[in-house]
């Protein structure tokens, strides 16, 4: 199994730019999760999709961040427009949500830096 | 608020003793307890996890404690190896509070050869 796939694994741009990450999520998991990692908060989640239906997005920043979910194997998180404070590594998670298993599968990550 | 802790941001431990990782958290609704642990370039990877009906949980050289009562875990690794050298996140969750991760600020550990 090839994991949790993230793409791109790097990301520079400028403030006022639009920023699409992605993520392909472990084939069967039911689950997908958006965390973005920070010095000062540590790793927050965003947004958790289940059956591709968003269940929580309490933890979305701002209206400038959006996440979809359109099929099962797919996501994006998109950031309109960026700004620097947005600087962050963003990770994708997904889990089969199995009976007292919450045990999520983390994707590599992306680096993004807002100049 | 947070809801889950880990108080100390980094520890150093030389190779071949105990390294002792610490976790406090808040909400009592939480029942289920995990470590991740994460090395630079890479996602968290899960690496033990507990349920509130045990107080132990050991899968190697790591070991699980839970105190309920003081709504306090700690992740033990003996012996530590270099290897372990990486950041440990602790994470809770409970079908009553939400159901979804919850995770501390982390712990980086240093293993020292």
């Known amino acids: 199994d090839a994991g949790v796939i993230q793409s791109p694994r790097h990301e520079v741009t400028e403030m006022g730019q639009e920023v699409t990450l992605r993520c392909k999520p472990i084939?069967?998991?039911?689950?997908l999760f958006w965390y973005r990692q920070t010095m000062m908060r540590g790793l927050e989640l965003l947004i958790y999709?289940?059956?591709?239906?968003?269940?929580?997005d309490s933890g979305m920043p701002e209206d400038r961040f959006s996440a979809k979910m359109p099929n099962a194997s797919f996501s994006t998180l998109k950031i309109q427009p960026s700004e620097p404070r947005d600087s962050a590594v963003y990770f994708c998670?997904?889990?089969?949500?199995?009976?007292?298993?919450?045990?999520?599968?983390f994707g590599p990550g992306t680096r993004l830096l807002v100049l | 608020d947070q809801q889950v802790k880990q108080n100390s941001p980094s520890l150093s431990v030389q190779e071949g003793r105990i390294s002792i990782l610490n976790c406090d958290y808040t909400n009592s609704m939480f029942d289920y307890f995990l470590w991740y642990k994460k090395y630079p370039a890479e996602g968290p990877t899960f690496l033990i996890s507990i349920s509130s009906i045990k107080d132990k949980n050991e899968d190697g050289r790591f070991t699980v404690f839970l105190n309920k009562s003081a709504k306090h875990l700690s992740l033990h690794i003996v012996p530590s190896q270099p290897g372990d050298s990486a950041v440990y996140f602790c994470a809770a969750s409970g079908v009553n509070a939400g159901n979804m991760l919850t995770f501390g600020g982390g712990t980086r550990l240093m293993v020292k050869p």
């Open positions: 084939s069967g998991h039911n689950s």
């Open positions: 999709f289940n059956n591709n239906v968003p269940i929580d």
């Open positions: 998670a997904s889990s089969d949500r199995g009976w007292l298993q919450e045990t999520q599968y």
